[in-house]
């Protein structure tokens, strides 16, 4: 039972452009949560999806969007990047229906992006 | 600012030694969450306790929740090599996001 991945694992862009994270949660979930992760700091929250729609959303910019496929995988999007954007973006998969609290995030490797 | 806080923020102990690290929070949560970090990769979930309890075990791992000083404590016990890594507490308060302390990075001496 393959876990959550993620893809690319590294990207290196410059600032000014856009890029595209991609996520395929754990087989089961039906819910995907991004997270950006500075380096030395704890993740900080940036939204989550369900049912296709974003259902909580952090103190991140418009700049970052997401999507979510009937699949339940997802898109992170982040435009006009800035360099302090420069992170491991870590996609998490649980199964919340309804939000059920004790739901256990499972967490992917992690997309590390260099802004340049 | 970030609502768990670990403390000490690193840690250094030998083989066999017991870890122990700590997380303070600011608001009502429903459960508080540990998990592990290692070079800078995904995390993996340790231990969930409830708001409405007050330790839990799971393996050589012990967590403390006290919900009147908004504090948990993490102990791992007989340490090993491969528990060199980051632990966070991440708490679950309203909502369905997790809130993520800073980390304790923990090394291990062999």
């Known amino acids: 039972d393959a876990g959550v991945t993620q893809s690319p694992t590294h990207l290196i862009k410059t600032r000014g452009q856009q890029v595209t994270l991609r996520c395929s949660p754990k087989?089961?979930?039906?819910?995907v949560s991004w997270y950006q992760q500075a380096l030395g700091q704890g993740p900080q929250f940036i939204f989550q999806?369900?049912?296709?729609?974003?259902?909580q959303r952090g103190n991140f910019p418009d700049r970052f969007s997401g999507h979510q496929f009937p699949n339940y995988s997802s898109e992170l999007n982040v435009n006009a990047l800035l360099l302090g954007d420069s992170a491991l973006y870590l996609c998490?998969?649980?199964?919340?229906?309804?939000?059920?609290?004790?739901?256990?995030?499972?967490f992917g490797q992690g997309t590390r992006l260099t802004v340049v | 600012s970030q609502q768990g806080e670990e403390d000490p923020q690193a840690l250094s102990i030998q083989e066999g030694e017991n870890a122990t690290m700590n997380c303070s929070y600011k608001?009502?949560?429903?459960?508080l969450q540990w998990y592990r970090q290692n070079s800078g990769r995904g995390l993996v979930h340790l231990i969930l306790?409830?708001?409405?309890?007050r330790e839990k075990h799971s393996g050589r791992l012990r967590v403390t929740l006290d919900t009147s000083k908004k504090s948990s404590s993490l102990l791992i016990t007989a340490s090993r090599a491969a528990d060199t890594a980051s632990y966070f507490c991440?708490?679950?308060?309203?909502?369905?996001?997790?809130?993520f302390g800073g980390g304790t990075r923990v090394l291990v001496k062999p």
């Open positions: 999806y369900y049912e296709e729609e974003e259902r």
């Open positions: 991440a708490i679950k308060a309203a909502g369905n996001k997790l809130t």
């Open positions: 306790i409830r708001s409405n309890e």
């Open positions: 087989s089961g979930h039906d819910t």
């Open positions: 998490a998969s649980s199964l919340n229906g309804g939000g059920w609290s004790e739901s256990v995030a499972f």
């Open positions: 608001t009502s949560i429903n459960n």
